[in-house]
T-cell receptor, first 108, second 112 residues
Framework: AQRVTQPEKLLSVFKGAPVELKCNYSYSGSPELFWYVQYSRQRLQLLLRHISRESIKGFTADLNKGETSFHLKKPFAQEEDSAMYYCALRDNTDKLIFGTGTRLQVFP | DTGVSQNPRHKITKRGQNVTFRCDPISEHNRLYWYRQTLGQGPEFLTYFQNEAQLEKSRLLSDRFSAERPKGSFSTLEIQRTEQGDSAMYLC??????????FGSGTRLTVV
């Protein structure tokens, strides 16, 4: 079955601390993975996708096929990073399958 | 074009009533998706269109739910005989390719 698992509902860190939001997936084919972010009172928006290998707002994510993971990382968290983060998998019919999300709280 | 627009933003309805939501995608986007999100969950796929053709429907979508996209432009999602379990945020997204989803702000449905 195709599934995305985000084991942490809430992650709290202090400003300047490293952040890692975990994402594991289950997919039989070649996966295409994304991270979406939702800031307070804003719509869901794309943060980054694995095929572009980019860094957005200091965040990176590496696809590890051996561990079936796509963890989101940032070396130094900022208060403005506080948001809901969703990991998503694109399946072979082109729809996205989302995880349950992790709320990141960055304290000053 | 200011992005994906959804109306209404909020809808409160009595159990058993029918409701209809509208989504206006980005004009050049040929794909349109409907998702549902309940508290503590990620968005769950409901259905999607490529132009006016409805290509896939989730098994979550009971026969009380119907979606249309006439002429491949805006889309409507109708829920008949609403139940309390239908209370959720209904999200619409559009894209030109499978990659670049743009989401709307959603319609929050409360069934009382």
């Amino acid at each position: 079955a195709q599934r995305v698992t985000q084991p942490e509902k809430l992650l709290s860190v202090f400003k300047g601390a490293p952040v890692e939001l975990k994402c594991n997936y289950s997919y039989s084919g070649s996966p295409e993975l994304f991270w979406y972010v939702q800031y307070s009172r804003q719509r869901l928006q794309l943060l980054l996708r694995h095929i572009s290998r980019e860094s957005i707002k200091g965040f990176t994510a590496d696809l590890n096929k051996g561990e079936t993971s796509f963890h989101l990382k940032k070396p130094f968290a900022q208060e403005e990073d506080s948001a809901m983060y969703y990991c998503a998998l694109r399946d072979n019919t082109d729809k996205l399958i989302f995880g349950t999300g992790t709320r990141l709280q960055v304290f000053p | 074009d200011t992005g994906v627009s959804q109306n209404p933003r909020h809808k409160i309805t009595k159990r058993g009533q029918n409701v209809t939501f509208r989504c206006d995608p980005i004009s050049e986007h040929n794909r349109l998706y409907w998702y549902r999100q309940t508290l503590g969950q990620g968005p769950e796929f409901l259905t999607y269109f490529q132009n006016e053709a409805q290509l896939e429907k989730s098994r979550l979508l009971s026969d009380r739910f119907s979606a249309e996209r006439p002429k491949g432009s805006f889309s409507t999602l109708e829920i008949q005989r609403t139940e309390q379990g239908d209370s959720a945020m209904y999200l619409c997204a559009s894209s030109l390719t499978a990659v670049g989803y743009t989401f709307g702000s959603g319609t929050r449905l409360t069934v009382v």
